[in-house]
């Protein structure tokens, strides 16, 4: 190889390995290797993010190096953030964690991007002495980042290391990682507003090419313009984010002088036709990474691609977002609730799978709010959600159906220009219902179902809970590929939610009032084995089995049915079905009652 195929250079590389790997790969190797992935693409999004580049992904391990020594420990940090905030789901000794060790020194680099040398060899042996969810560091990265990052180092002394001559001096770092801040103009702290609060920072040009700030900018004021078109933020308007354009920011400051919680900040890099996104979103009070991704594409339509990243953004934040809100409300001292925070504690009740008393007392959480405001038109549609799943539960009767539709009435009559609020409501409007003898007498207003989730759709197409209700209602009035559609854009909205066996169940039904009997039983087994307390998924298998002519196969699934919904009868289910279709409804009748159900 000719001298000009090697380039000497000084650099920064980050060096990391999942700590345990193997055992964890011997207690469940799939779980391990999604793990995997998901810790890969944090590892990706971070590193190009903070102006690195990743050199090796082989196995467990990541090399990257990056052209300024804060980046790269800008990068470990948040790393080690968000790959926590990753398995937080996971049992304490199923989660997985990387060592990171970061060294600032010589390398030798190839023509072909990989590098050589001490420098690598250092940041090797650096990692291999961090702890599990930790990052070390050599003397020379602590000397460069000193002022620059908003951490501390603890002095760990000169360790010996195999094949480096001379000890090293170690440091481990602590939490933090922000770059310390230019001057921002100062103004006075305003207080956070009662909706989720969000600033989007003017996005990094990395192109090297000024002409390009167009395009990061036109971005950003995209993605501000859909997330407050979509009504659940309080967001930030473009004017006062791009105060911070061109500067290094603190994203507590930032958080404190706009008065939000949550901050989201990218970079945009082109390289001849090609273009990539980043974006990350921190809680700004602690720096806390909720999320990261990286969006690639092409330029040839350069507005296809902007509406394109957007929509993706904005799909990922809306979910993200509400999960760190309903950890913020569950640890906030019951002394100081406002209405706002009583929503949210009502929340994880209304999430599928919840006991009979989270529901109970999520109800009560939903009443305190509306006697604190009584014209809080989010907690009355909130309210009649509520009622609707008492019903669907089992253990509801004709006065939730009377509660439920007041609410529903009242929050559309106060408000018909919040996305959220329409579509809670347009459910309890379709959903909502009672039936004696076969007779109609109280409610399922299809018509004024369908209206409300219209206008849901037309304002805020990409929130959460406006898709998971367009998906219900068209599968009440038998529109069942508009229904699969709809619950496949919830399920592509939020892959991590944890009521995602709601939405799974959606595609079954939608594939049931289709007709299409076999791939409704097949979502119906996954739901039963990956959600086994879920009554609904054991609804869905019995009918499902029902129409194959399986009947003998829906008995055992219809006892476990009856064993999670001890209130559930033939009579009680007839009465407060909501599907439109009678010939549908006498079907699952028949086919609960061959199953066993009582009648």
């Known amino acids: 190889m000719s001298g000009a195929e090697l380039k000497q250079r000084l650099a920064a590389i980050l060096a990391a390995d999942a700590a345990g790997y193997s055992r964890l790969m011997a207690v469940d190797e799939r779980a391990t290797v999604a793990a995997?992935?998901?810790?890969?693409?944090?590892?990706?999004?971070?590193?190009?993010?903070?102006?690195?580049?990743?050199?090796?992904?082989?196995?467990?391990?990541?090399?990257?190096?990056?052209?300024?020594?804060t980046g790269a420990v800008t990068a470990a940090l948040a790393i080690q953030r968000l790959v926590d905030a990753c398995g937080e789901s996971a049992p304490e000794d199923r989660r997985m964690r990387f060592r990171i060790g970061v060294h600032l020194g010589d390398v030798i680099e190839k023509a072909d991007g990989t590098v050589y040398g001490d420098g690598v060899n250092i940041a090797a042996r650096l990692q291999g002495l961090a702890e599990?969810?930790?990052?070390?560091?050599?003397?020379?990265?602590?000397?460069?980042?000193?002022?620059?990052?908003?951490?501390?180092?603890?002095?760990?002394?000169?360790?010996?290391?195999?094949?480096?001559?001379?000890p090293v001096r170690v440091f481990r770092v602590a939490g933090g990682g922000a770059a310390v801040p230019a001057t921002v103009p100062a103004r006075g702290a305003p207080a956070l507003p009662d909706l989720p609060s969000l600033a989007v920072l003017p996005f990094s040009n990395l192109s090297g090419d000024p002409e390009q700030d167009y395009f990061a900018d036109g971005m950003v004021e995209e993605i501000i313009t859909a997330l407050a078109r979509m009504g659940a933020f309080f967001v930030i308007a473009r004017n006062s984010s791009f105060v911070y354009k061109g500067k290094a920011v603190d994203i507590k400051q930032v958080g404190r002088e706009l008065g939000v919680r949550y901050v989201l900040e990218g970079s945009v890099r082109k390289s001849g036709n090609r273009v990539r996104i980043t974006g990350q979103l921190i809680e700004a009070e602690n720096g806390h990474h909720i999320w990261a991704d990286r969006f690639d594409g092409t330029l040839e339509d350069v507005?296809?691609?902007?509406?394109?990243?957007?929509?993706?953004?904005?799909?990922?934040?809306?979910?993200?977002?509400?999960?760190?809100?309903?950890?913020?409300?569950?640890?906030?001292?019951?002394?100081?609730?406002?209405?706002?925070?009583?929503?949210?504690?009502?929340?994880?009740?209304?999430?599928?799978?919840?006991?009979?008393?989270?529901?109970?007392?999520?109800?009560?959480?939903?009443?305190?709010?509306?006697?604190?405001?009584?014209?809080?038109?989010?907690?009355?549609?909130m309210g009649a959600f509520?009622?609707?799943?008492?019903?669907?539960?089992?253990?509801?009767?004709?006065?939730?159906?009377?509660?439920?539709?007041?609410?529903?009435?009242?929050?559309?009559?106060?408000?018909?220009?919040?996305?959220?609020?329409?579509?809670?409501?347009?459910?309890?409007?379709?959903?909502?219902?009672?039936?004696?003898?076969?007779i109609?007498?109280?409610?399922?207003?299809?018509?004024?179902?369908?209206?409300?989730?219209?206008?849901?759709?037309?304002?805020?197409?990409?929130?959460?809970?406006?898709?998971?209700?367009?998906?219900?209602?068209?599968?009440?009035?038998?529109?069942?590929?508009?229904?699969?559609?709809?619950?496949e854009r919830a399920i592509r909205i939020s892959p991590l939610d944890p009521g995602m066996g709601a939405y799974v169940v959606g595609?079954?039904?939608?594939?049931?009032?289709?007709?299409?009997?076999?791939?409704?039983?097949?979502?119906?087994?996954?739901?039963?084995?990956?959600?086994?307390?879920?009554?609904?998924?054991?609804?869905?298998?019995?009918?499902?089995?029902?129409?194959?002519?399986?009947?003998?196969?829906?008995?055992?699934?219809?006892?476990?049915?009856?064993?999670?919904?001890?209130?559930f009868t033939v009579s009680r289910n007839q009465s407060v079905s909501p599907f439109k279709d009678p010939e549908f409804r006498k079907r699952a009748a028949e086919i609960f009652r061959a199953a066993g159900v009582p009648k």
């Open 386 to 438: 509520a009622h609707l799943q008492r019903l669907a539960d089992g253990f509801g009767n004709a006065d939730d159906v009377k509660t439920g539709l007041r609410y529903a009435d009242e929050a559309l009559a106060e408000s018909n220009d919040n996305a959220g609020i329409l579509s809670c409501a347009g459910l309890a409007l379709g959903s909502l219902g009672y039936r004696a003898l076969g």
């Open 132 to 166: 599990p969810g930790g990052v070390s560091v050599s003397e020379s990265i602590r000397t460069a980042v000193k002022g620059k990052v908003d951490t501390s180092f603890e002095d760990c002394g000169e360790q010996t290391v195999k094949n480096i001559t001379e």
């Open 440 to 487: 109609r007498v109280l409610g399922f207003r299809y018509d004024e179902a369908e209206r409300a989730i219209e206008r849901a759709l037309s304002l805020s197409p990409n929130l959460l809970m406006v898709q998971f209700c367009a998906g219900m209602i068209s599968s009440i009035v038998s529109k069942g590929d508009a229904a699969l559609g709809h619950f």
């Open 303 to 381: 507005f296809e691609l902007q509406d394109r990243i957007t929509e993706s953004i904005v799909c990922a934040i809306e979910p993200n977002m509400r999960r760190a809100e309903l950890e913020r409300a569950r640890v906030k001292p019951a002394a100081n609730l406002q209405a706002y925070d009583l929503v949210l504690r009502a929340l994880p009740g209304l999430m599928p799978g919840s006991t009979i008393a989270a529901k109970d007392e999520a109800l009560s959480f939903i009443r305190r709010a509306l006697e604190m405001d009584p014209r809080y038109s989010l907690a009355k549609a």
């Open 507 to 567: 595609t079954g039904l939608a594939h049931l009032v289709s007709g299409r009997f076999d791939q409704a039983l097949a979502v119906a087994q996954r739901v039963v084995q990956e959600y086994p307390g879920f009554s609904s998924g054991h609804r869905l298998m019995v009918v499902a089995l029902g129409r194959l002519g399986r009947i003998e196969e829906a008995k055992p699934a219809a006892q476990r049915l009856l064993e999670l919904a001890p209130n």
């Open 36 to 69: 995997l992935d998901t810790a890969r693409a944090v590892f990706r999004s971070q590193i190009e993010s903070c102006q690195g580049r990743v050199i090796d992904m082989a196995g467990d391990s990541v090399l990257a190096v990056f052209e300024t020594a």
